[in-house]
């Protein structure tokens, strides 16, 4: 009897939702499917109107149960400004890192790109039942928008920090820890204006930064706002902002860069200035990819446990497929020094 009614409530709901997108029910039910019977256009308005009704077909879990699908969605948001691009050494390694850890467990990969300022979007290969469960690199600007994915019960794990009031599984690096242990290495190698690059929009970078200036004040320094540079992680953008902050007169001799690229890009822009790394500017980066051993200088680096987050991303999700608890993790970050930034400058 519970069963007829919530299929006859499900087939209302259907009707609704065509009544507003002012198409048939079967075209509903194709839509919701992920038929490409249906234009992207009408697709797309159709999961718009299902999401505002909490209408979710949940063939995600009817399949898990039926074992019919054993597909993850690994989603990669990207900034529709930045577009930072998807071969981005993090991106792949970390993407990487988690196939390994879903061929180990016997699950197929599905990779996809979703707006970072519609992170909710995502739900949509859950709906449409082309995967059991996602995992999205990075929290972006919209930790809102997951927490209401997590509301609706969509099976998820992000790539992140630990936010307050939060609803979902974040598996991420100690954000904290990484900006104060950088930051102190600077400091005790003598330097006392450093530079910090990134976008503290960003829930990962906001956590990098509060380690950063913790350790300034731990030292008995203020941070000064001059010095944090809100750049995004696209190097055009980073370097066109190096640039103005050499040219400006600003003294500074040490560089704080939320990944290795950006630090890379730092590098670079205190050479065309005139002057040298590390004699002038120490620069420490973050992420501890393999392009940071191989520049020149090598860079000090924050080394983020990217190899063991794959298997701690899927391992969480499955443990919320399986129906248990998924509390968030914070992994473990080290410094990795090298002559980018060495303790003492020749």
């Not at 974040?170 to 242990?181: E, H, I, L, T, W």
């Not at 829930?203 to 995004?232: H, I, K, M, N, S």
Request: glycine share 8%; proline share 5%; charged share 20%.
């Amino acid at each position: 009897m519970s069963g007829g009614r919530g299929a006859e409530a499900k087939r209302l709901q259907m009707a609704d939702i065509a009544r507003l997108a002012g198409v048939s029910v079967s075209t509903v039910s194709r839509a919701l499917n992920g038929s490409k019977l249906v234009n992207d256009e009408t697709r797309d308005r159709i999961g718009q109107l299902a999401r505002s009704l909490n209408y979710s077909i949940n063939l995600g879990a009817q399949n898990l149960r039926l074992q019919k699908n054993q597909t993850i969605a690994v989603v990669v948001p990207y900034d529709a400004q930045s577009r930072q691009h998807i071969s981005d050494p993090f991106f792949l390694s970390i993407v990487g890192s988690i196939a390994d850890a879903l061929t180990d467990r016997g699950y197929d990969m599905l990779l996809s790109r979703v707006d970072a300022e519609h992170l909710d979007s995502a739900a949509q290969l859950f709906d449409s039942g082309r995967a059991i469960g996602l995992v999205i690199i990075g929290q972006w600007r919209h930790h809102d928008q997951l927490n209401g994915l997590a509301a609706r019960k969509v099976p998820l794990v992000v790539w992140g920090g630990q936010l307050p009031q939060q609803l979902y599984c974040s598996v991420g690096g100690d954000n904290v820890a990484g900006g104060a242990m950088a930051t102190g290495h600077l400091l005790a190698a003598g330097r006392q204006r450093i530079v910090f690059l990134g976008d503290a929009q960003l829930p990962e970078v906001a956590l990098r930064l509060q380690g950063y200036r913790q350790a300034l004040r731990d030292a008995g320094l203020q941070p000064d706002p001059r010095l944090e540079l809100p750049v995004p992680f696209e190097i055009v953008a980073a370097r066109e902002a190096l640039d103005r902050l050499c040219a400006n007169g600003l003294p500074f001799d040490g560089v704080l860069a939320c990944s290795d690229l950006l630090a890379l890009q730092a590098v670079q822009a205190v050479r065309a200035s005139g002057r040298q790394v590390p004699r002038d500017v120490a620069v420490v980066g973050y992420d501890d990819m393999p392009v940071a051993t191989y520049s020149d200088p090598p860079l000090t680096t924050v080394h983020q446990p990217v190899g063991l987050a794959g298997a701690e991303l899927v391992d969480a999700l499955l443990a919320l497929l399986r129906g248990d608890l998924a509390p968030p993790r914070t992994l473990p970050v080290r410094l990795m020094v090298r002559d980018s930034a060495p303790l003492h400058s020749a």
